[in-house]
């Protein structure tokens, strides 16, 4: 083999093995075992779950640092963390951990505080309803974090909970999240079977890349949409298929 072709089979190989090391990969098999969180017993699940503990513990600290959600010492913050918006990513050979989760923001908690005080009905305030992905790294130090954008009604929307997490799949390294908002400005439910008369559903594509060793996230509208009626992971992994990216 000359020179040349030698050059080019290593730099054929080179690109091949960055590419894949590069690829995000997404499961719930924690600290290495076979199973599925959800596929555990109690007993194989108790060190999991004290790490969640930790997890969340390190996240709602620094949601109360930086000012996002309400400090209220004698309640526990508004904070929705659900079931199915966690997993473990394996991202440029780094391990990290994801939370997507739901809170309700400060000004909202401020405007419930003083719609009490002041004997009066409370308010949807837009935005004050948050879905948020949220990446830790091995040590649960924070890697980044992305506030989903809910532009419908300039804005005025109201996130209203995580409804699944998945990997936007093969080729491309992004997670996608599915959730429900409603409309801010709308009347509230007066009876309790009309709870999610007026919900939203939708899906959104967080890309992740690497610079500078940084982690990055963004959210991708390009190809699905904001806002979209697309409910369920699978359905967002085809329109991504179709859009070609």
């Not at 109690?42 to 400090?71: R, T, Y």
């Not at 923001?105 to 405007?111: F, L, R």
């Amino acid at each position: 083999m000359n020179i040349i072709a030698k050059l080019l089979l290593s730099a054929s190989i080179l690109t091949i093995a960055n590419s894949a090391w590069a690829e995000l990969m997404l499961d719930t098999k924690y600290f290495g075992t076979n199973k599925n969180y959800n596929q555990l017993d109690w007993d194989e699940a108790k060190p999991i779950n004290a790490f969640m503990h930790n997890q969340k513990e390190n996240i709602k600290k620094d949601l109360i640092k930086s000012g996002e959600v309400f400090d209220d010492p004698s309640r526990e913050p508004p904070i929705s963390w659900g079931g199915v918006g966690h997993a473990h990513a394996v991202f440029n050979n780094k391990d990290y951990y994801i939370r997507a989760f739901d809170y309700q923001n400060s000004k909202q908690t401020q405007e419930n505080r003083q719609s009490t005080i002041e004997k009066r009905e409370g308010i949807a305030v837009p935005g004050g309803g948050v879905c948020m992905l949220y990446v830790q790294d091995k040590d649960l130090n924070k890697a980044a974090s992305l506030k989903i954008a809910l532009p419908e009604n300039n804005f005025g929307t109201w996130c209203n909970g995580v409804d699944g997490l998945g990997a936007a799949g093969k080729g491309r390294d992004g997670v996608i999240v599915a959730l429900s908002y409603y409309l801010t400005g709308k009347a509230p439910a007066k009876k309790a079977q009309d709870i999610g008369q007026g919900w939203r559903y939708m899906t959104v594509l967080i890309r992740w890349r690497e610079e500078n060793g940084k982690l990055i996230l963004t959210q991708d509208d390009s190809c699905l949409g904001n806002p979209n009626k697309i409910k369920d992971i699978p359905s967002a992994r085809k329109a991504l298929d179709k859009c070609g990216i």
